[in-house]
């Protein structure tokens, strides 16, 4: 895009009412269809546009103005409703305040109500059928002021315009552009107002704006053909050259490659082209670079070439670089540096080698070395390219002799196995040579597992089409073997692609041998492995050669650039294998032999496996809780999210604010809400039940019969956890650390929860959090009585007088130990202590005092303790026995204080007359028979005796209980 006079930037103020020769691309369309569908459904309409420097945002922002007033007609308006068109307030940032700045174009007082102002001018402009457009460009610089100056107060409006912005019914569009992401605006802020930055930026709907390298080169060809350039070089030339790029395989990019789309380029062939965009990309401000270059009379420019005989070739891309962009091409932050300084030296070279030819060597140069650095990956560039280029693009007309003595003078290099020609800085350590008497030395007879584990990066592979059919991400690894393995996958991985090298396998025995296998791996047989052997021995002949020339740096970089080619051809080499009828490995699965045509076909291969294997995986699409390891923010969401359905699972939507998102309750609605697990029961109470969700009733059924295997004897919690991590389950932990409590909540009173051997009265977050970090110390016991054991829990309530119960649960078991435990709690310390107590009442006591387990104390400790076994108690009489032997122990305990003051009492009678004496008389005639003893002259423990005598306590126990404990 671009004025009618070319400029290397817009500026949306001054630029507003001028001509727009705007060249619509793939992106802007999307840009435009996401803001106008946003609005058009009255949903957001608060955007912030983000692209790099030059990629074209201000010209966006003129353009959609004049479509949606309909001045152009650049993009598909779809907004022909109720607004005929846009009033637009245009806003270019400075380093100052955003607020005044807002209201001063606006015409806004700050200290009136900014948007109750806005509001009715909105609305008075909705009824003639206009809508409000505010454009912010370069809302960085607000921003950086905000950061620095006032940043509460700042996005404290930003947040309040946004907000209004998007209220439904208003006709009104807000839109900023940014030159980077939001939050780097933020990074000298405090976490408290990052935290709030993060939330105003949610307030904006993030566009992306950065062009692809290919709508660059398509943004090129527009302008270029709309230039009508002449063309005076023959077709046939023209194709000549274009084959050769194709055949070399340098054009580096994906899109765009014909041979019309190449002429539309002239005067630059489509390698110079594409080559000028990736560096406009990388180097400069992609499309204001791309129209300095077609547009601006610069030194150097393509203006120079309006004949129509030459091209505009990759050197001249080269040299245009080089005066445009020296300070930055040279700079140590550019990653490409040291290829630039290479082409540099290779070019100083050359000039003391060439006299006459210099000019033409140098083009070689140039062309050589540009490409290396900004061409595509596996490039051909041999000698009959670059013949074919340097004579119709470089005007060259025998290039072959300037080849050969850039290549003799080791100026250039040409790398066999990579089939390309560098620049190079020379050697005398001859590299070929060395290879080849290497050759002799490298042994044939090796592993090939062993060489590969080494040098080939097996890649983990996703099983993309599950993820998005049930939301739970399923990952693959290589696993290479003599033999096929037979294991299942562990922890994170979901499944095996095992690749099987030997010469002696019994492929049908083995094809037979995985019938039935019920194990998600996917075995491959390379059976002709001969051209990946060829790639190893290749790679052990580098390192032979590496180690004769430890001192030549030179030699060291060019076998380090051959050895890393050499692996990255191998692991090309090694997946290409898979594919195709010729492929080099035979696959199968199931007793089945199978084929792949492409990576789609092998990755629904695996789609079907896990379909197979982990069949009831529920359908959970939420990734914030459906992987394996959950981050810090949501493992806060899931404690927030169990203390609510602790605290208000009886309350619709677990009282979560209607209008706001945290991501407790994004899981929630994922989970429980959509699933039906949190459900309203018939008497309209809300509470956690049995999902409707039909992919989740077997992980439901699953979970309950756990419980029911805990009714014979406790399982651990650890036990659970993997039952859900196996098949046909295998879910990610994360999605198992919100499943489990979340079930237990929901079932907590048909069990016992245990510590070890403690018992758990109450679930809270806390417990539930450390019991799912320490799985194996947690313990469950499902409640469900066999008839004496029922007999026997009701004759506890019997005695306690609480009402039977048919059906027991853990507030039952917890209702009926609870009074045991005040009793003995409430027990004085010498009743507690106290020996002088019978057999029966004495081991009562200690099984109430060392209770944790209310199964085990009721079932076992108490009957064992009053002389009684669970079988005895399946009797009627020895079951009235019991009751009759506990109402007796707990009666001798509660009386065991008591009956020592009557001891006490007894004592001090026969002391005092020798016959029984009764308070208080017994008190005062023990104070009249000491009143006479003097403190000072008896010894010190007879004078605590001597005082507790005296004391003036008139309550009988309490006397004697002080004088006695003297």
Not at 415 to 424: D, G, I, P
């Amino acid at each position: 895009m671009q004025t009618k006079y070319y400029s290397p930037s817009i500026n949306i103020l001054r630029d507003a009412n001028s001509h727009l020769d705007y060249i619509p691309t793939r992106n802007g369309e999307k840009a435009f269809q996401k803001i106008v569908s946003a609005f058009e459904e009255n949903g957001r309409k608060s955007f912030n546009i983000i692209g790099a420097y030059g990629t074209g945002k201000s010209a966006f922002i003129l353009a959609l103005e004049k479509v949606l007033n309909k001045k152009a007609d650049y993009f598909i308006n779809p907004l022909d409703g109720f607004i005929d068109s846009f009033e637009p307030v245009f806003i270019v940032g400075s380093y100052s305040s955003f607020k005044e700045e807002f209201c001063d174009t606006l015409g806004i007082k700050t200290n009136e109500n900014i948007f109750e102002k806005l509001k009715s001018v909105t609305e008075k402009k909705k009824k003639a059928r206009i809508g409000q457009l505010i454009v912010v460009d370069e809302f960085g610089k607000f921003l950086e002021y905000a950061a620095k100056e006032s940043p509460e107060e700042e996005l404290y409006f930003i947040q309040q315009l946004a907000e209004f912005v998007n209220t439904p019914d208003l006709p009104i569009l807000f839109i900023t552009t940014l030159h980077q992401p939001f939050e780097d605006y933020a990074l000298t802020l405090s976490k408290t107002q990052k935290n709030e930055w993060d939330k105003v930026k949610g307030r904006l709907t993030e566009v992306s704006f950065n062009e692809p390298v290919e709508q660059l080169l398509f943004l090129a060809s527009e302008r270029i053909s709309a230039k009508r350039y002449p063309c005076h070089i023959p077709i046939r030339k023209q194709k000549q050259l274009f084959d050769a790029i194709k055949k070399a395989d340098v054009f580096p990019m994906r899109d765009y490659f014909s041979f019309e789309f190449a002429q539309k380029l002239f005067p630059l062939d489509i390698l110079s082209a594409s080559v000028a965009t990736v560096a406009f990309q990388r180097y400069g401000q992609n499309e204001r670079s791309l129209f300095s270059l077609l547009e601006s009379e610069d030194y150097l420019g393509i203006n120079d070439f309006k004949n129509g005989k030459e091209y505009y070739n990759v050197a001249c891309i080269y040299d245009y670089l080089k005066y445009n962009f020296h300070s930055l091409l040279n700079s140590r932050y550019n990653q490409d540096s040291a290829h630039w300084k290479s082409i540099d030296e290779a070019l100083q070279r050359a000039e003391t080698i060439f006299e006459k030819d210099f000019v033409d060597a140098a083009k070689l140069i140039k062309t050589i070395g540009l490409i290396s650095v900004l061409g595509r990956q596996g490039q051909k560039v041999t000698k009959s390219f670059l013949t074919t280029y340097a004579s119709v693009a470089l005007n060259i007309t025998d290039a072959t002799p300037l080849i050969d003595l850039l290549e003799s003078k080791q100026i250039i290099r040409f790398r066999e196995y990579s089939q390309r020609y560098v620049l190079f800085k020379g050697t005398d350590f001859d590299i070929n040579l060395e290879l080849e008497l290497a050759e002799g030395q490298v042994t044939k007879d090796f592993s090939i597992i062993t060489q590969l584990k080494q040098h080939f990066n097996f890649p983990i592979i996703p099983a993309k089409r599950i993820y998005f059919d049930k939301g739970t991400p399923r990952y693959f690894i290589y696993e290479i073997s003599e033999s096929p393995i037979q294991k299942m996958p562990e922890e994170q991985i979901d499944g095996y692609i095992n690749l099987i090298f030997t010469d002696y396998l019994d492929f049908e025995k083995s094809l037979n041998g995985t019938k039935n296998n019920e194990k998600p791996i996917l075995y491959g047989w390379f059976y002709d492995v001969n051209a990946i052997k060829d790639s190893l021995v290749e790679i052990e002949k580098i390192k032979i050669v590496k180690g004769k020339c430890l001192d030549d740096t030179i030699a060291l970089a060019e076998l380090d650039t051959y050895l890393n080619d050499t692996t990255d051809r191998l692991n090309d080499l090694f997946l290409e294998s898979f594919y195709g009828e010729d492929a080099d490995v035979k696959w199968f699965y199931n007793g089945e032999q199978i084929t792949f045509k492409n990576n789609r076909d092998l990755n629904s291969t695996l789609l079907e496996i896990c379909n197979e294997i982990y069949f009831q995986t529920p359908v959970l699409r939420n990734e914030l809780m459906n992987r394996e390891r959950l981050s810090g923010a949501i493992s806060a969401a899931k404690k927030n999210l169990i203390e609510r359905l602790i605290q208000s699972v009886e309350i619709e939507n677990l009282a979560f604010e209607e209008n706001r998102f945290p991501p407790d309750k994004t899981i929630y609605l994922a989970l429980l809400k959509e699933t039906g697990i949190h459900q309203q029961n018939s008497n309209n109470v809300w509470e956690l039940g049995k999902p409707t969700e039909k992919s989740f009733l077997p992980i439901w059924n699953a979970s309950e019969t756990f419980l029911d295997d805990c009714i014979s004897a406790p399982r651990k919690l650890s036990e659970f956890i993997e039952i859900l991590k196996s098949k046909p389950f295998k879910l990610k932990h994360g999605f198992i650390e919100f499943w489990i409590p979340v079930f237990l909540i929901a079932k907590q009173k048909q069990f016992a929860f245990y510590e070890q051997d403690t018992f758990i009265p109450a679930l809270t977050k806390d417990t539930l959090e450390v019991a799912m970090k320490q799985p194996q110390k947690y313990f469950i016991s499902t409640f469900q009585l066999d008839e004496t054991r029922l007999n026997i829990f009701n004759r506890y309530r019997y005695f306690l007088n609480q009402i039977e119960e048919n059906a027991p649960n853990s507030d039952s078991f917890i209702q009926t130990i609870k009074p045991f435990l005040v009793f003995y709690n409430r027990l004085l310390p010498y009743a507690q202590q106290t020996k002088n107590l019978s057999k029966e009442a004495l081991r009562l006591k200690e099984a109430i005092s060392l209770a944790t387990n209310p199964e085990k104390v009721f079932f076992e400790d108490i009957p064992r303790a009053l002389g009684f076994t669970i079988n005895d108690l399946k009797q009627d009489e020895k079951l009235e026995e019991f009751s009759i032997s506990l109402q007796n122990a707990t009666r001798e305990i509660s009386a065991a204080f008591p009956n020592l003051v009557n001891r006490i009492e007894k004592s001090i009678g026969k002391t005092i007359r020798e016959e029984k004496v009764d308070f208080p008389e017994n008190k005062l005639l023990l104070q009249q028979r000491f009143k006479n003893l003097r403190n000072e002259k008896i010894d010190p423990k007879l004078r605590i005796l001597a005082q507790r005598i005296n004391t003036p306590l008139d309550g009988r126990q309490a006397w004697i209980s002080s004088a006695a404990s003297a």
